[in-house]
């Protein structure tokens, strides 16, 4: 079994992290994947959500994304993110900022479509404002 995965955290504007890591969760459409050394090669879609990457010292970091893809194969695991940043300028003004941004798109939603897309969006900031409140005060 391998030692460690490398685990890089891109988004359009820097490379936010690239490092060895233990163990790396990544938040995936579908639930929260664990990623270790020798891990089978997988592309998975992700939903807006906290990468939690321990480094092989032990310790612990998050990394908030906004969506995108997880690339992982014998290299590692590359997060192609839509927007990514540590967990600790990431704060709770902003999540429920984007709380009430989602509850009026789905009071403007006007088809059933739309309706079931913002309310999956507030869904998701409601999570996420909880899941933070678990990250041990790194998100203020």
């Avoid at 480094?55 to 969506?67: E, I, L, P, R």
């Avoid at 709380?99 to 059933?112: G, P, R, V, Y």
């Amino acid at each position: 079994m391998a030692e460690g995965v490398k685990i890089e955290i891109v988004s359009p504007e820097v490379l936010v992290l690239s490092a060895q890591a233990r163990s790396v969760i990544v938040p995936g459409s579908e639930g929260y994947l664990t990623v270790m050394g020798d891990h089978a090669p997988l592309m998975a879609v992700l939903k807006p959500g906290f990468v939690t990457v321990t480094d092989t010292s032990g310790a612990v970091s998050s990394f908030f994304v906004g969506g995108g893809f997880a690339d992982i194969s014998d290299a590692g695991v590359t997060i192609l993110a839509e927007e990514a940043k540590p967990a600790s300028e990431f704060g709770r003004t902003e999540i429920e900022a984007r709380i009430t941004a989602a509850q009026q798109a789905l009071a403007a939603a006007s088809d059933i479509e739309d309706k079931s897309d913002a309310q999956n969006t507030l869904d998701t900031w409601k999570n996420l404002l909880l899941e933070s409140a678990t990250l041990g005060g790194t998100v203020h």
